[in-house]
Structures are given as structure tokens and as C-alpha cells.
């Protein structure tokens, strides 16, 4: 067997144990995810678990990281769409994913994934990032891009675990909207500039400044330096 066959055996078992184990987490929760478990699942030894991933815990990190994966492929941005249709339509998806993956949501929730796989979790903020900076560039937006993107992860975050915990005819139904629409009338502006005054103006600007290729970069420095200031 060559290098690349040995290689590409290795990465299917992998991918194998990691989909067993998100299946069992899925049925059972993170006590049915034992290394005895998955390995009867999948038909492999207990010791292939421990070559692959270290232990238990780092096949739980591999299928938070497996997790995060999916649920970045789903948040595809439309560039020609309306930017604040493009936060909203992500904030249900982020609520849609919980409620259809609960048992993963709150382990994905519960402990950080180890550091090798930051990179999954940050590319779910960048997806966050970039709808929340569009709606600033739009003109939309009446606080800083930070404090909005904070305050969209708690309360998605939040809303969340609070449906998951609810069971049956106490869930709230209308949660998730209530919340969105608090959350929306703390961040977003009623339309475009003026409306939202100087502080959304200086949210906007400062959203456009990697674009002004007119200033020089101590220039650009200082022009965030005050927009800082303005939009916080």
C-alpha cells in the first residue's frame, strides 16, 4: 500500500469515528460517548481511538470541530442581498442549527474546542463579523461592529440554551423572535443615514476606512483612533 493510500485510510477511519461519535452524542448526549462505545459502533479497536485522537476528550474536540465545520457551510453570505435581511436570515439559521443539534450545541457551548481547532470556531465569527459589517457599511448599524457582534453571540447563544432546556409545552415559541427583535432595535437604525446620527455615521465610516486609499496609514490610524471614540 503507498504513502497516499496508508494516508487516505487513516483520514477515512477518522472521519468514520468522528460521524459514530457525533451520532451517539446526538442520540445519548456526551455520556454516550465513550471510546468503548464508538469503537463497537464503528467496528475498530478502542487503541485506534486513543492513536487518532489522544483520548475521549480530544474525539469530543474533533466533533465540536466537525460541528462548527458544518455549521460555517451553511452561513453562505449573498453579496447583492440586503445586508440586515443577511443578519437576520443568520441569526435563525444559528437558531435553527441548536434546536436541530441540541446535544452538539451545548457541547460546542460548554468548553472550548482544543487550540488546533480555533480555526473552525473563528470562521464562524468571521462569517458573524462580515454580515454585521455589512450592515455597517450600509449604513444600518448604531453601535460598534464589536459591541454588536458581542451582543448577537450572547443572545443567539443564549436564546438557545434556554429553548433546548425548555421541554415541550413550556418552550417558548416566540423566543427566538422577541429576542431578535430586542437585539435589533439595540444595534440596528431605523434607515439609512442620518438617521442614526453621528455615532452610526461614525460606525460606517470606520467600516469603510480599509477602502479610503486616500490617507496614508498614519492617517488611516488616526481617523480610526477618533471613530473609535465616536462609535463607542
Not at 439595540?186 to 479610503?212: C, F, M, Q, Y
Request: hydrophobic letters at 50%.
Amino acid at each position: 500500500m503507498s504513502g497516499s493510500e496508508v494516508a487516505r485510510s487513516r483520514d477515512d477511519v477518522r472521519a468514520h469515528l468522528i460521524e459514530v461519535a457525533a451520532g451517539l452524542l446526538a442520540a445519548g448526549g456526551p455520556g454516550a460517548v465513550t471510546t468503548r462505545s464508538v469503537a463497537q459502533a464503528a467496528g475498530v479497536q478502542a487503541p485506534t481511538i486513543y492513536r487518532l485522537f489522544g483520548d475521549k476528550l480530544g474525539l469530543l474536540d474533533a466533533v465540536v470541530e466537525h460541528g462548527f465545520a458544518s455549521y460555517v457551510g451553511k452561513k453562505r453570505i449573498d453579496p447583492d442581498g440586503d445586508p440586515v435581511v443577511a443578519l437576520r436570515e443568520g441569526w435563525e439559521l444559528h437558531v435553527g442549527f441548536g434546536l436541530a443539534n441540541p446535544a452538539l450545541f451545548r457541547l460546542m457551548h460548554a468548553a472550548l474546542p482544543s487550540s488546533e481547532d480555533h480555526t473552525a470556531v473563528e470562521a464562524g465569527l468571521d462569517v458573524l463579523r462580515e454580515r454585521v459589517r455589512r450592515v455597517a457599511t450600509a449604513g444600518r448599524l448604531r453601535v460598534s461592529e464589536r459591541r454588536a457582534v458581542d451582543l448577537i453571540r450572547a443572545a443567539g447563544t443564549g436564546v438557545v440554551l434556554t429553548l433546548i432546556d425548555a421541554a415541550g409545552s413550556e418552550r417558548d415559541e416566540g423566543l427566538a423572535d422577541a429576542a431578535w427583535a430586542a437585539v435589533a432595535a439595540a444595534i440596528l437604525t431605523d434607515g439609512p443615514l442620518p438617521v442614526g446620527g453621528p455615532s452610526a455615521a461614525a460606525v460606517t465610516l470606520r467600516a469603510a476606512l480599509p477602502e479610503l486609499a486616500e490617507f496614508s496609514p498614519a492617517e488611516r490610524s488616526l481617523l480610526a483612533e477618533w471613530l473609535n471614540r465616536l462609535a463607542d
